[in-house]
């Protein structure tokens, strides 16, 4: 089945650090790729996606770019703000066609020191 | 427009106590899911709809009911509280495969 793996936290770092969270995907032909932010007490929001390989998806200064050769999706941002403390949650749907699961990794916890 | 809504924000239940955990959009989006998320566990899929009428079982169904008798509801029904259903519950629609949309989140404890 459909699997995602994403770096176990949480990652700590100084407000204005550069910030690379890694995410890796398995599943069959062209799944569409998301990046989710989860802040304390709220729901999942959607932070970027892609849908096609070679795709980067953007948003706040984060990005992430569909890299089917590596299957990956990793997520960066050149400068962090305290206010990006939260955490990240790599995620796939299935291609057309395929099963109507979407597959979350575990999460990442992002803590963003001033 | 409200997006995803769920009621209530909070719920304790005593073992054995049944309730149904309320989920509406108002985006049209024919899927909708439920997950439960867990310290150390992520999110899981318990069950999930496709359109009005049509549900099937997530990762961890036991223990839940859902129905879909209209595209704006979904709600999930507890039949039997059990203290390992205590968790924060998280409904969510989209227009499949494209970006979830989800709510505040339900925390339930059950004692």
């Known amino acids: 089945g459909d699997s995602v793996t994403q770096m176990e936290g949480p990652v700590t770092l100084s407000e204005e650090a550069f910030l690379t969270i890694n995410c890796t995907y398995t599943?069959?032909?062209?799944?569409?790729l998301f990046w989710y932010v989860q802040y304390p007490g709220e729901g999942l929001q959607l932070l970027l996606k892609a849908t096609k390989a070679d795709d980067k998806g953007s948003n706040k200064g984060f990005e992430a770019t569909y890299r089917k050769e590596t299957t990956s999706f990793h997520l960066e941002k050149g400068s962090v703000q305290v206010s990006d403390s939260a955490v990240y949650f790599c995620?796939?749907?299935?291609?057309?066609?395929?099963?109507?699961?979407?597959?979350f990794g575990r999460g990442t916890s992002l803590i963003v020191h001033p | 427009n409200a997006g995803v809504t769920q009621t209530p924000k909070f719920q304790v239940l005593k073992t054995g106590q049944s309730m149904t955990l309320q989920c509406a959009q108002d985006m049209n989006h024919e899927y909708m899911s439920w997950y439960r998320q867990d310290p150390g566990m992520g999110l899981r899929l318990i069950h999930y709809?496709?359109?009005?009428?049509?549900?099937d079982q997530g990762e961890v169904p036991n223990g839940y009911n859902v129905s879909r008798s209209t595209t704006e509801d979904f709600p999930l029904r507890l039949l039997s509280a059990a203290p390992s259903q205590t968790s924060v519950y998280f409904c969510?629609?989209?227009?499949?495969?494209?970006?979830?949309?989800f709510g505040p989140g339900t925390r339930l404890t059950v004692l």
């Open positions: 709809s496709v359109g009005a009428g049509i549900t």
């Open positions: 599943a069959t032909g062209y799944p569409s």
């Open positions: 995620a796939l749907t299935p291609a057309s066609g395929g099963s109507y699961i979407p597959t």
């Open positions: 969510a629609s989209s227009h499949w495969p494209g970006e979830q949309f």
